[in-house]
């Protein structure tokens, strides 16, 4: 609990039984409350920037993009959101998106009751819940990609605003272009330029030029 108050939790799930199973479970706990439901990755972007919960329990798949994507935006819109990524998938590809867009936890959904309600818990507290194994393996893959290719540590969501940028494109014009806020929008040019190793995004969209224009060299 955050200062002794219940955690709010926001549930995310294209499955109407499973939002209404969850919210059931967790009514019955007297330190968690339900904040809001969603059942498209849309949906849950817009009810975590208008309800701002501590935790929200996020299913990967969903109608409308991926719950990747979508606790991407929602940690760069309010970091101080927790994601627990609820999910019947267990591929290494599917971890390595979660962590890379700032998850604090991955469970599968045959997990039992008491455990969800446990790692709500965990979560709400800034714990992790991510198997260091897993983990380990995941940040080597990235350190590799580093070494070979900077654009490799870029999300995916990262690297169109990129090409936006390079474009010419200003942060409200992406922000209109991805259907993002501004202070999104924002914050993501801010952690593209780190990654870079960048101060300004002039000196990105010369980068890129610079990439294009070798990639158009005969070889």
């Given at each position: 609990?955050?200062?002794?108050?219940?955690?709010?939790?926001?549930?995310?799930?294209?499955?109407?039984i499973?939002?209404?199973?969850?919210?059931?479970?967790?009514?019955?706990?007297?330190?968690i409350v339900?904040a809001?439901?969603?059942?498209?990755?849309?949906?849950?972007?817009?009810?975590?920037?208008?309800?701002?919960?501590?935790?929200?329990?996020?299913?990967?798949?969903l109608?409308?993009?991926?719950?990747?994507e979508?606790?991407r935006?929602?940690?760069?819109?309010?970091?101080?959101?927790?994601?627990l990524?609820?999910?019947?998938?267990?591929?290494?590809?599917?971890?390595?998106?979660?962590?890379?867009?700032?998850?604090?936890?991955?469970?599968?959904?045959?997990?039992?009751?008491?455990?969800?309600?446990?790692?709500?818990r965990?979560v709400?507290?800034?714990?992790?819940?991510?198997?260091?194994?897993?983990?380990?393996?995941v940040?080597e893959?990235?350190?590799?990609?580093?070494?070979?290719?900077?654009?490799?540590?870029?999300?995916?969501?990262?690297?169109?605003?990129?090409?936006?940028?390079?474009?010419?494109?200003?942060?409200?014009?992406?922000?209109?272009?991805?259907?993002?806020?501004d202070?999104?929008v924002?914050?993501?040019?801010?952690?593209?330029?780190?990654?870079?190793?960048?101060?300004?995004?002039?000196?990105?969209?010369?980068?890129?030029?610079d990439?294009?224009?070798?990639r158009?060299?005969?070889?």
């Amino acid at each position: 609990m955050k200062d002794n108050r219940p955690l709010r939790v926001l549930i995310v799930d294209d499955h109407d039984i499973v939002r209404k199973g969850l919210a059931t479970l967790i009514s019955r706990q007297e330190d968690i409350v339900v904040a809001g439901e969603a059942g498209t990755a849309a949906e849950a972007v817009e009810k975590a920037t208008e309800l701002a919960p501590d935790v929200v329990v996020l299913d990967i798949r969903l109608p409308g993009g991926s719950g990747i994507e979508a606790c991407r935006d929602i940690r760069a819109h309010n970091p101080d959101i927790k994601v627990l990524m609820l999910t019947s998938y267990s591929d290494e590809e599917a971890v390595m998106g979660s962590i890379m867009a700032g998850a604090s936890g991955y469970l599968l959904k045959e997990i039992r009751s008491q455990e969800i309600v446990e790692a709500i818990r965990r979560v709400g507290q800034g714990q992790s819940l991510l198997d260091p194994a897993v983990t380990n393996r995941v940040l080597e893959r990235v350190r590799r990609g580093r070494e070979q290719d900077p654009l490799a540590q870029l999300t995916e969501q990262e690297q169109r605003i990129l090409e936006l940028i390079a474009e010419g494109s200003t942060n409200k014009e992406i922000a209109r272009q991805i259907n993002l806020s501004d202070k999104t929008v924002k914050n993501y040019v801010s952690n593209i330029l780190g990654k870079l190793e960048m101060s300004r995004r002039s000196q990105a969209a010369a980068y890129m030029a610079d990439r294009r224009a070798r990639r158009d060299l005969p070889q």
